[in-house]
T-cell receptor, first 112, second 110 residues
Framework: QKEVEQDPGPLSVPEGAIVSLNCTYSNSAFQYFMWYRQYSRKGPELLMY????GNKEDGRFTAQVDKSSKYISLFIRDSQPSDSATYLC????????????FGQGTTLQVKP | NAGVTQTPKFQVLKTGQSMTLQCAQD?????MYWYRQDPGMGLRLIYY???????DKGEVPNGYNVSRLNKREFSLRLESAAPSQTSVYFCASSDRGEAFFGQGTRLTVV
C-alpha cells in the first residue's frame, strides 16, 4: 500500500464549478501537508502549505486537513480554464528533514 | 534568481551506458531530492539528502546513486542505464517542506 493515495482522475468540470481534490494517507506521523500544481511539461509549483488540522484559504483555493481521518482536500472555487493542470498532494513528517512524499496526482480539465 | 537548475534537459542513452544528472540550487536549502515521474505514477522519490554529507534512499533507489557534493549541488548517477529508467527526472530543494523544482530532465533509454 502506498503511503499517500490520490485518485488520478481525469476530472473534467465546466468553468465556474467547484472542484474537490482529495488524498488519503496511512502514516499518522505526517505533520506538514502541501498541494502542488503542475502544468504540462513543467515542474510542480507549490500552491498551498498547511500544518495543522483545519482549513486554510488563499483566494479561490481552500486546503483542508483532517488528521484524525488521515484525509486532506483541496477545493477550487469558480474554476477557470487556466486551472487545468495536474494537482499533487504531498506530505512530510518533519519540516527540516525527511522524505517529502507525493500522491499520484489528479489531472483536472476545466472546460470553457 | 535561478532557483533550482537541472542539466541536461533532454538525453537519449543506449542500454548499459552511464550518465550523471546535475542539480544545483541557490536558495541555501538544506534538503534536496531526486524524483522520477512516469505516466499515472506521480512523483516517486529516488533519493533525498536532508543536509550536506547525508543521503537516504527513497521509494525507488535501485539502479541509481547520488552524491551531495556540497550544500548547493546534488547529482544523480545511472551506472548502467536500462529501458525501465526512461522517465522524466526532477530535482527539488526544500525549506521546511516547501519544495522548489527544477524544469526536469527527459531521459530516454533505448
Amino acid at each position: 500500500q502506498k503511503e499517500v493515495e490520490q485518485d488520478p482522475g481525469p476530472l473534467s468540470v465546466p468553468e465556474g464549478a467547484i472542484v474537490s481534490l482529495n488524498c488519503t494517507y496511512s502514516n499518522s506521523a505526517f505533520q506538514y501537508f502541501m498541494w502542488y500544481r503542475q502544468y504540462s511539461r513543467k515542474g510542480p509549483e507549490l500552491l498551498m502549505y498547511t500544518y495543522s488540522s483545519g482549513n486554510k484559504e488563499d483566494g479561490r483555493f481552500t486546503a483542508q486537513v483532517d488528521k484524525s481521518s488521515k484525509y486532506i482536500s483541496l477545493f477550487i472555487r469558480d474554476s477557470q480554464p487556466s486551472d487545468s493542470a495536474t494537482y499533487l498532494c504531498a506530505m512530510i513528517i518533519s519540516s527540516n528533514t525527511g522524505k517529502l512524499i507525493f500522491g499520484q496526482g489528479t489531472t483536472l480539465q476545466v472546460k470553457p | 534568481n535561478a532557483g533550482v537548475t537541472q542539466t541536461p534537459k533532454f538525453q537519449v542513452l543506449k542500454t548499459g551506458q552511464s550518465m550523471t544528472l546535475q542539480c544545483a540550487q541557490d536558495m541555501n536549502h538544506n534538503s534536496m531530492y531526486w524524483y522520477r515521474q512516469d505516466p499515472g505514477m506521480g512523483l516517486r522519490l529516488i533519493y533525498y539528502s536532508a543536509s550536506e554529507g547525508t543521503t537516504d534512499k527513497g521509494e525507488v533507489p535501485n539502479g541509481y546513486n547520488v552524491s551531495r557534493l556540497n550544500k548547493r549541488e546534488f547529482s544523480l548517477r545511472l551506472e548502467s542505464a536500462a529501458p525501465s529508467q526512461t522517465s522524466v527526472y526532477f530535482c527539488a530543494s526544500s525549506d521546511r517542506g516547501e519544495a522548489f523544482f527544477g524544469q526536469g530532465t527527459r531521459l530516454t533509454v533505448v
